[in-house]
C-alpha cells in the first residue's frame, strides 16, 4: 500500500467503513492531488510536498469530523455538471436527478415558464434551464447563503435562471402564471433525525431539511395550494418526496383539486416523486 494511503487509512479506520476509505482515497489521489488514475490503479507511489502534506491533514482533520467530502472539495456534479456547494446548500443527490430527468422528459418540446421552490445549491432550475434551452427558469430560496451559491452556479454554468428571495410559506401570489411549478422542499421529520447520519445532521443545513412531526407536509400543501392560483389549467406540479408519504401527497393534490397524481418510485424502488396535473 502506498505510504500515503496507509496514512489516509490510519486517520479514517473507526470513523467510516473501509469501502468509503477507499473512495476518500481515490478523491484525494486523483482531485485534489490530480494524481495519474492510471497510475493510481497501478499502484505507483505518491510523493507529497510539504504544503501537500499539510493540505492533506487539513483534509483529513475535516473527514475525522464527519465534514462531507463536497463541502471539503467546494463541488460536487450532478446532471453532469460540476455544482459548487457550501454548507450553506443540500449537497444534490441523485434521487433529485431522477426528477430532473422525468421534466426533462416530459416538457422537451415546450418554451414553458418554469418555477423551482426552495432552490438550494441551483441543481434543478439549471438543469432544468440547460436541457430545455427554451424554457424560461425561476427559482426561489428563503436563505439569501443558498442564493448566494445557485447565483454563482448560474454564472458559472452559463445558463439565465431568475433566482430571487421569496419565503414560499408567507407568499401572496399576483397572477404570475408558470407552466410548470417543481419542488423539492425540506421533507424530513424531526422523528426521522435518530436515523440519519452525522455527516447530514452536523452539516448540512438544517433550514433545507426539516419540517416539524405534527405537519409533515407543510410545504406540499403551502406549493400545492399556490399551484392553483400560479399554473396555467393543464400545467404540471412536481415534487420530490418523503417516501413515508407518496399516497398522502397523492391524496392531498387529488383533494386540492389536480386531477392524474401519480406516484413514481426512485431507482432504489422507494417512493420518491409525486406529479400532478392543474
Ligand atoms: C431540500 S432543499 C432542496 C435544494 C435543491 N433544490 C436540491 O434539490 O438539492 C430545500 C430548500 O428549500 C429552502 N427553503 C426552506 N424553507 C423555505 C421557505 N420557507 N421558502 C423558500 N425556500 C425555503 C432551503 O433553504 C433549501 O435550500
Not at 469501502?19 to 493510481?40: A, C, P, Q, R, W
Not at 430560496?141 to 430571487?164: C, I, P, Q, Y
Not at 397572477?175 to 425540506?186: R, T
Not at 426521522?192 to 431539511?209: C, F, G, I, R, T
Request: glycine share 6%.
Amino acid at each position: 500500500m502506498h505510504a500515503v494511503e496507509l496514512h489516509i487509512k490510519q486517520a479514517l479506520t473507526g470513523i467510516y467503513p473501509e469501502s468509503e476509505i477507499k473512495g476518500f482515497t481515490k478523491i484525494i489521489f486523483t482531485e485534489v492531488f490530480h494524481f495519474n488514475m492510471l497510475d493510481y490503479y497501478m499502484g505507483k507511489d505518491i510523493n507529497l510536498s510539504a504544503n501537500e502534506a499539510e493540505q492533506l491533514d487539513e483534509i483529513l482533520a475535516r473527514l475525522q469530523k464527519n465534514e462531507p467530502i463536497q463541502y471539503i472539495l467546494g463541488y460536487t456534479e450532478f446532471y453532469g455538471m460540476t455544482f459548487c456547494v457550501t454548507p450553506a446548500v443540500l449537497i444534490p443527490r441523485p434521487e433529485t436527478a431522477e426528477l430532473v430527468s422525468l421534466i426533462i422528459k416530459e416538457n422537451v418540446d415546450c418554451s414553458a415558464k418554469i418555477l423551482d421552490i426552495g432552490a438550494g445549491s441551483g441543481c434543478i432550475a439549471i438543469s432544468l434551464a440547460k436541457n430545455l434551452p427554451q424554457a424560461k427558469v425561476s427559482s426561489w430560496d428563503v436563505s439569501d447563503e443558498a442564493l448566494k451559491v445557485a447565483r454563482e452556479n448560474n454564472e458559472k454554468l452559463g445558463v439565465s435562471v431568475t433566482f430571487s428571495k421569496v419565503d414560499v410559506l408567507g407568499y401572496k401570489p399576483f397572477g404570475e402564471k408558470f407552466n410548470v411549478i417543481v419542488s423539492n422542499p425540506p421533507y424530513i421529520t424531526n422523528a426521522e433525525k435518530a436515523d440519519m447520519e452525522n455527516n447530514v445532521l452536523d452539516w448540512e443545513p438544517s433550514l433545507a431539511l426539516f419540517v416539524p412531526d405534527e405537519d409533515p407536509l407543510l410545504f406540499y400543501r403551502k406549493i400545492a395550494e399556490l399551484g392553483l392560483d400560479m399554473l396555467t389549467p393543464g400545467g404540471k406540479i412536481y415534487f420530490e418526496i418523503n417516501q413515508a408519504f407518496g399516497k398522502e401527497m397523492a391524496d392531498l393534490l387529488l383533494s386540492l383539486g389536480y386531477c392524474d397524481a401519480k406516484i413514481i418510485k426512485d431507482l432504489s424502488g422507494r417512493d420518491r416523486i409525486v406529479k400532478a396535473l392543474r
